[in-house]
């Protein structure tokens, strides 16, 4: 009977095994292969003459002639556009960091008024909890005498009605 509830068991894990392996790497398996079938389908090759893309200066080649702005930007050197990207990048940079600063500065600040508020609230707990302590040696204190009053008072023959 074990050996048989055994094999029941391995063929079990077998199968468990097969679905999870399925489960996992079947929704995988069937976008690619719909993917590639899409693809089969709808898309034919190409067969036609086509003439080769224009460029910008083909279209218009007189395009900025007039504008001198832009006229200006095109003569410049690329030395010059990468030493203007640079300071420009530069600027950014030290705004960045003033930022940060700033940040880090006013984080100080909060966390150095956080501590003076912990260390005064430190403060009054300790000094709540001597006050604690000193009324339980009080409350002590008091205990005792007043046992010792009310046992000389049933002495001289007080008692509790």
Same mark, same amino acid.
């Given at each position: 009977?074990?050996?048989?509830?055994?094999?029941?068991?391995?063929?079990?894990?077998?199968?468990?095994?097969?679905?999870?392996?399925?489960?996992?790497?079947?929704?995988?398996?069937?976008?690619?292969?719909?993917?590639?079938?899409?693809?089969?389908?709808?898309?034919?090759?190409?067969?036609?003459?086509?003439?080769?893309?224009?460029?910008?200066?083909?279209?218009?080649?007189?395009?900025?002639?007039?504008?001198?702005?832009?006229? +200006?930007?095109?003569?410049?050197?690329?030395?010059? !556009? @990468?030493?203007? #990207?640079? $300071? =420009?990048?530069?600027?950014?940079? /030290?705004?960045?960091?003033?930022?940060?600063?700033?940040?880090?500065?006013?984080?100080?600040?909060?966390?150095?008024?956080?501590?003076?508020?912990?260390?005064?609230?430190?403060?009054?707990?300790?000094?709540? +909890?001597?006050?604690?302590?000193?009324?339980?040696? !009080? @409350?002590?204190? #008091?205990? $005792? =005498?007043?046992?010792?009053?009310? /046992?000389?008072?049933?002495?001289?023959?007080?008692?509790?009605?």
């Amino acid at each position: 009977m074990s050996r048989r509830s055994g094999t029941c068991l391995r063929c079990c894990l077998v199968i468990f095994a097969v679905v999870s392996a399925l489960c996992v790497s079947g929704p995988a398996f069937y976008w690619k292969f719909k993917k590639a079938l899409k693809l089969k389908a709808s898309c034919l090759p190409c067969k036609c003459d086509c003439s080769p893309t224009l460029s910008l200066f083909d279209v218009a080649p007189d395009c900025g002639k007039d504008d001198p702005a832009l006229k +200006e930007e095109m003569e410049k050197q690329f030395v010059d !556009l @990468l030493s203007e #990207e640079l $300071k =420009l990048q530069e600027a950014v940079d /030290k705004e960045h960091v003033n930022r940060m600063n700033m940040t880090f500065t006013e984080a100080k600040r909060l966390a150095s008024e956080y501590q003076k508020e912990s260390e005064k609230c430190n403060a009054a707990t300790e000094t709540c +909890e001597v006050g604690r302590e000193r009324a339980e040696v !009080l @409350l002590a204190k #008091e205990r $005792k =005498l007043t046992s010792l009053w009310e /046992k000389r008072a049933r002495q001289m023959g007080w008692s509790v009605e």
